[in-house]
């Protein structure tokens, strides 16, 4: 079954290639974390731009992907299949606003993102269900990223050692 899904989708395509991580959503286990790995040498490469213009790379990455996620589920036939990941790479960038790109606030960030992305407490899960399309796709994984980012803040203020590891 999985092979019917990837015969729909093409890597030269670049609207499949950016839905799919750069490809990492391919990897055949884990698809939701290795494309949120993959976002950790672009917020890397960003850690040095203005924090307004991270916000305009964190909106562009949010509305372009509703259209990247969409199209790509319509092509493959299937709503929100696991090998699109573009939701995990703008997820992670509103994990990040305005926070401190350090490798211990990566880590953290990153590990906190996932498990709100794979728990999908209230109401990133009711979102999951219901909101069907690109919007759909995308926006679990953006409440994802904020609920990651407000515990981020929460740690600079009350916990400031924890993003200080290394």
Same mark, same amino acid.
Request: charged fraction near 10%; hydrophobic fraction near 55%.
């Given at each position: ?78 709503h929100?299949? $696991? ?25 953290? $960030? ?21 909101l ?28 400031p ?6």
């Amino acid at each position: 079954m999985q092979a019917e899904f990837r015969a729909r989708v093409s890597m030269k395509n670049p609207v499949h290639f950016l839905a799919l991580g750069f490809g990492s959503g391919l990897i055949p286990f884990m698809p939701g974390t290795f494309g949120s790995l993959a976002a950790l040498p672009l917020l890397i490469a960003c850690s040095q731009v203005s924090i307004v213009s991270f916000i305009a790379l964190t909106l562009i990455f949010s509305v372009v992907g509703i259209y990247l996620c969409g199209k790509t589920a319509d092509d493959m036939q299937v709503h929100d299949h $696991g090998s699109i990941v573009w939701d995990e790479i703008a997820g992670m960038f509103v994990t990040f606003l305005f926070v401190p790109i350090t490798a211990s606030s990566l880590l953290v $960030g990153f590990i906190l993102f996932r498990l709100f992305d794979i728990l999908k407490p209230w109401p990133i899960g009711v979102i999951d269900k219901r909101l069907h399309g690109g919007t759909g796709i995308m926006l679990d994984d953006l409440l994802a990223g904020a609920m990651a980012c407000g515990c981020l803040h929460l740690l600079m203020v009350f916990w400031p050692a924890a993003l200080a590891l290394f």
